[in-house]
């Protein structure tokens, strides 16, 4: 795949997901990038204010075809959500986006990423294809290590966690709606929040940030409750050790 190849993908997108809305691409929506940890991204931000900007990291053509196309198909649902809801105000749209359109753009990505070769199901990864039981066995133990456990609340580790939840649960609603595959079960703090998610997307609904926001909450609790188990150590000292006293304030700060 070529550069150029992503604006005939970007109608053909058009034709599978029709609306009469989409903005024109060119070379001059395009900006390379390199040293990122993506391979193509919009800015929900600048999709908002009709900056059709894309990110490319020029590494991606190394990759293979159909992930490839399965990736640009995720981005290309971004700008059909940001339409859907850019009469929204600015924090509810964004809200929408950083977790619906995650959701669903993941549930896109994940039907152009399927292969049904001589009756087996295969997921095509970055370069090679994947049995589908071996892909499930992957993420479910990647989603089950992540969340069986509290997570101390830090905005940037949470939030890029919570982004690849919904990753997960778009590409497992996709298999799910399609195929017959094991039912996701998981025993963690947040397992209601998560059923939630799986289960509001599942009925039609865009906004799931009550789920985000508890799962938020519930982390900062956990943190909180970590600080008042430390501070309550040092205080059952017989001698209180100052310095730890002194640490521990100031780190709480």
């Not at 391979?39 to 931000?45: A, E, L, M, R």
């Not at 399927?114 to 090679?128: F, T, V």
């Amino acid at each position: 795949m070529k550069v150029l190849d992503i604006f005939s993908l970007y109608l053909e997108y058009q034709k599978e997901y029709p609306r009469n809305d989409y903005p024109e691409l060119s070379v001059d929506n395009l900006v390379y990038v390199h040293d990122v940890d993506f391979w193509f991204q919009f800015n929900s931000s600048k999709l908002y204010d009709d900056q059709y900007e894309l990110q490319v990291n020029m590494e991606a053509f190394a990759l293979n075809d159909t992930y490839l196309r399965s990736i640009l198909y995720h981005e290309f649902t971004h700008i059909y959500d940001s339409l859907t809801f850019k009469n929204k105000p600015m924090d509810e749209y964004e809200k929408n986006m950083s977790h619906y359109s995650e959701i669903h753009a993941s549930y896109i990505e994940m039907r152009k990423r399927i292969r049904e070769i001589s009756h087996s199901l295969y997921i095509q990864d970055e370069k090679n294809e994947i049995l589908i039981h071996i892909y499930l066995q992957k993420e479910y133990s990647t989603v089950k290590t992540t969340w069986s456990n509290y997570i101390e609340y830090n905005p940037e580790t949470i939030t890029d966690k919570m982004k690849r939840l919904c990753y997960f649960v778009g590409h497992y609603k996709y298999l799910k709606d399609h195929y017959n595959i094991p039912e996701f079960k998981i025993v963690s703090p947040y397992a209601e929040e998560i059923y939630g998610i799986i289960n509001e997307y599942s009925n039609g609904m865009y906004n799931l940030n009550k789920y985000f926001n508890k799962i938020i909450q519930k982390s900062k609790d956990y943190k909180n409750s970590q600080y008042l188990d430390k501070l309550q150590s040092i205080l059952n000292e017989d001698i209180i050790n100052q310095d730890a006293l002194l640490g521990f304030f100031t780190n709480k700060i």
